[in-house]
Each structure stands twice: as C-alpha cells, then as structure tokens.
C-alpha cells in the first residue's frame, strides 16, 4: 500500500509563489513516475505537470514557466514550485503516480491553494 500526503497549501495573494509537497510512502516511490493536478472549484480535475523516475519533466501549456515540478527519490517526495500565483490558480491540488500501465493507482488528499487578488 503507497500513501501519498501533501502539504505546502495555502492563501497568497497574487504574484506569490508557494511550494507545495507530496510525501509518498513505500519503496515504489523512485520507480514510478508522478504527477501534481489540480482541481479548481466548480471545475474538472486537470493535469498539471507531471516527472518521470529519471526527472523527465512535462507542464500543461499555460502553466509553464511558472509553475516547476521536481523530486528527490531519496526522500520520497514530488515538489510543485508555484510561481507569479493568478486567481485563477485556486484549487485543490493532488499528486498521484503513473503506474506502468499509464494508470493512477494512488492519489493524495489534496492540498487547497488560494490566490486571492
């Protein structure tokens, strides 16, 4: 069983930035590559970035240059650097894995950031 916690949420008013964690137990940790989405209210969940075992690294068009995601498999942990916050980042915010099928097989409960302006 994984368990993934995140942590670093929270309120910040526009063009501040936080970094946001996710903790994941378990030794699949630096095999699996993972994920942050985001949620925002009234809304689909979306695909933020998401980083392979090696650190390959992919954002969603309108997130890049702001937002950067990173890890340290020693520590089993994905990091979420968000940068020049908007408004319209509001939203719950989730890291999950990708499994070798391509399937999320664990998600965290989420972290709520909000932006207000």
Not at 32 to 53: F, H
Not at 68 to 90: F, G
Request: charged content about 15%; glycine content about 10%; proline content about 3%.
């Amino acid at each position: 069983q994984v368990q993934l916690v995140e942590s670093g949420g929270g309120l910040v008013t526009a063009g501040g930035s936080l970094r946001l964690s996710c903790a994941a137990s378990g030794s699949i940790f630096s095999i699996r590559d993972m994920a942050w989405y985001r949620q925002p209210p009234g809304q689909q969940r979306e695909l933020v970035a998401t980083i392979t075992s090696s650190g390959s690294t992919y954002y969603a068009d309108s997130l890049k240059g702001r937002f950067t995601i990173s890890r340290d498999n020693a520590k089993n942990t994905v990091y979420l650097q968000m940068n020049s916050l908007r408004p319209e980042d509001t939203a719950v915010y989730y890291c999950t894995d990708i499994n070798d099928m391509g399937v999320h097989e664990y998600w965290g409960q989420g972290t709520q950031v909000t932006v207000s302006s």
